[in-house]
């Protein structure tokens, strides 16, 4: 995915300031952000983080499917997202928002971002997998259309189950 022409990333500022009063945007990711980067996936997703050396090759990857929030001062979120070469379907591979800023919609304009990107693409289906357990989660995407197509016992290892789900972009 590739940000539209006329409209770059670094130039969208969110609706809201962070809780103290810095400008947040969305932009996409660069090489410089990768320590950052790496630190809040690891808060986020502890266990579950992707090693640094495996954002870095994400980042090679991806490329413009990597969507950071930053404030200036911090990484607050990021969405990634993988696409198949015949753009029938793009994972979520992750989105995640620092703790300390939950429930600022912060979630909810990753993933605008990221579906606006996969449609102008020509993206058909977007899929992503999330633990049965996390409520927040399964209700943001349901709230964006998702649905349950699968329930994948040891998706992640023994015991980390995780459902499937997936939505036309």
């Given at each position: 995915?590739?940000?539209?022409?006329?409209?770059?990333l670094?130039a969208?500022?969110?609706?809201?300031?962070?809780?103290?009063?810095?400008?947040?945007?969305?932009?996409v990711?660069?090489e410089?952000?990768?320590?950052?980067?790496?630190?809040?996936?690891?808060?986020?997703?502890?266990?579950?983080a992707?090693?640094?050396f495996?954002?870095?090759?994400?980042?090679?990857?991806?490329?413009?499917?990597?969507?950071?929030?930053?404030?200036?001062?911090?990484?607050?979120?990021?969405?990634?997202?993988?696409?198949?070469?015949?753009?029938?379907?793009s994972?979520?591979?992750?989105?995640?928002?620092?703790?300390?800023?939950?429930?600022?919609?912060?979630?909810?304009?990753?993933?605008?971002?990221?579906?606006?990107?996969?449609?102008?693409?020509?993206?058909?289906?977007?899929?992503?997998?999330?633990?049965?357990?996390?409520?927040?989660?399964?209700?943001?995407?349901?709230?964006?259309?998702?649905?349950?197509?699968?329930?994948?016992?040891?998706?992640?290892?023994?015991?980390?189950?995780?459902?499937?789900?997936?939505?036309?972009?």
């Amino acid at each position: 995915m590739t940000a539209p022409t006329g409209d770059p990333l670094s130039a969208r500022p969110l609706e809201r300031p962070d809780r103290v009063g810095r400008q947040v945007r969305m932009r996409v990711a660069t090489e410089q952000d990768l320590p950052r980067l790496a630190r809040l996936d690891e808060q986020i997703f502890t266990e579950f983080a992707y090693p640094f050396f495996a954002l870095r090759q994400l980042m090679d990857v991806c490329g413009d499917d990597l969507l950071v929030l930053d404030d200036g001062a911090d990484l607050l979120g990021y969405v990634l997202a993988g696409t198949r070469p015949d753009r029938k379907r793009s994972w979520i591979l992750g989105l995640g928002v620092d703790a300390r800023m939950r429930g600022l919609g912060l979630g909810r304009k990753l993933m605008e971002a990221a579906l606006d990107l996969m449609r102008t693409e020509g993206v058909v289906e977007a899929a992503l997998t999330v633990d049965p357990e996390n409520a927040t989660a399964l209700a943001l995407y349901s709230s964006f259309g998702f649905v349950q197509v699968e329930d994948r016992k040891d998706y992640f290892g023994p015991g980390q189950h995780r459902l499937i789900m997936v939505r036309p972009v």
